[in-house]
Structure formats: structure tokens, C-alpha cells
């Protein structure tokens, strides 16, 4: 497949078979993360991969209950509005997964609190359009983000007072195929 098909046909999936991820595909997904460009090759990021059920379920419970206290926060009000913090408490409070029941899941790390976080998007594309190719379905979870508060957590990744997760990337093999959204053309102005 061309790069631009590649491009074209990715979708968020969020739902997964149950089968795990063979290792090296995991791998493989994970190299195109780190082969991102980054804003002077400062590279600012390292990445935690979890496919062990037990961890998954532990962290999946834990992502739950810090997003339903940062749900609660002024600064979650500021973020995201009141009315997406009140879209979003379902999600932290209700039965269903927030990781959607991946197999794996990556956690982008940034290194460096002062680094831009469009180089983590660039290293999290690399990955979702290799999982593409690979026929692996994935899902960018940025209500994965509260996870930093949680002291669980924090010890698992090793997470440094310099370090924070910036996303979190679920992966497995697609139950679905959504269809293409609309896109919007006109939105190019050539200068000539």
C-alpha cells in the first residue's frame, strides 16, 4: 500500500479482538515511534508498552478513577469546558473501558516538561500508521493523561518528576472497520 493510501485508510479502531500482539509487531510499531522527527532532534520522549492482561485490567481501573477526580478539577473545566468535563464523566464512571479492551497499549512519555508536545503527536502518528500497515487497528486515548497523578502508576513507569505520560495509544487487532469521515479540500490557499 502507498503511504498516501496508508494515510487515507487509518481509522480510529475501538474495537479489538482478544488475541495478543505478537512481540515483534509491538516492537516494530514502537521503532516507528522513536524514527520521528522531533524539533532538533531532541528526541523527547521514551515509551511504555503494556500487554500483560493482569497490568492492563490494574491500569485500566487506575486510569478510571484519576480521570473521574481530575473530571472534578478547575483545571479540567479549563481544559476541555464544562460540558465535555460532564461528556467525559461517563466514560470515568461508567462500565465501559477506557482503553476499549486493547491488548496493548503504548504510553508516550515526555522526557523533558519543556519540550513541545507536537513532537510526541509525530512519534504517536509514526506508530498508529505502522500499526496501519501492519493491520493493526489503534486509538490515541488523551483521558489517559490523569494517569500522572497516580502514585500506581507513577512507581510501574518509572515516570521521573521531569517526565509525564502525554498519550496514550491502544492497539489490537480491528472487530471493525469504520468508515471515512468527510474531509474538508477547501481548505488549501496556494500563493502564486
Not at 31 to 47: D, E, L, T, Y
Not at 112 to 136: P, Q, T, W, Y
Not at 182 to 189: E, G, I, T, W
Amino acid at each position: 500500500m502507498d503511504i498516501l493510501e496508508l494515510i487515507k485508510t487509518r481509522r480510529s479502531v475501538r474495537e479489538f479482538e482478544k488475541r495478543p500482539i505478537p512481540r515483534e509487531a509491538i516492537e516494530t510499531i514502537v521503532q516507528a515511534g522513536i524514527w520521528a522527527p522531533s524539533s532538533m532532534n531532541g528526541q523527547p520522549w521514551r515509551f511504555v508498552v503494556v500487554g500483560e492482561p493482569a497490568d492492563l485490567k490494574s491500569i485500566a481501573h487506575e486510569a478510571k478513577i484519576e480521570l473521574s477526580n481530575y473530571l472534578k478539577t478547575p483545571e479540567a473545566e479549563a481544559k476541555y469546558g464544562k460540558e465535555n468535563c460532564e461528556r467525559f464523566m461517563p466514560r470515568a464512571e461508567g462500565e465501559d473501558e477506557l482503553f476499549y479492551g486493547a491488548p496493548a497499549i503504548v504510553f508516550v512519555i515526555s522526557t523533558n516538561l519543556e519540550s513541545n508536545h507536537f513532537d510526541h503527536g509525530l512519534a504517536a502518528e509514526n506508530m498508529m500508521l505502522c500499526a496501519h500497515g501492519l493491520g493493526v487497528g489503534s486509538c490515541p486515548i488523551g483521558l489517559a493523561e490523569p494517569l500522572n497523578h497516580s502514585k500506581k502508576v507513577q512507581k510501574l513507569f518509572g515516570l521521573k518528576s521531569t517526565e509525564k505520560i502525554v498519550i496514550a495509544l491502544v492497539f489490537g487487532y480491528p472487530m471493525e472497520k469504520p468508515s471515512a469521515t468527510k474531509r474538508n479540500f477547501d481548505v488549501v490557499r496556494w500563493v502564486e
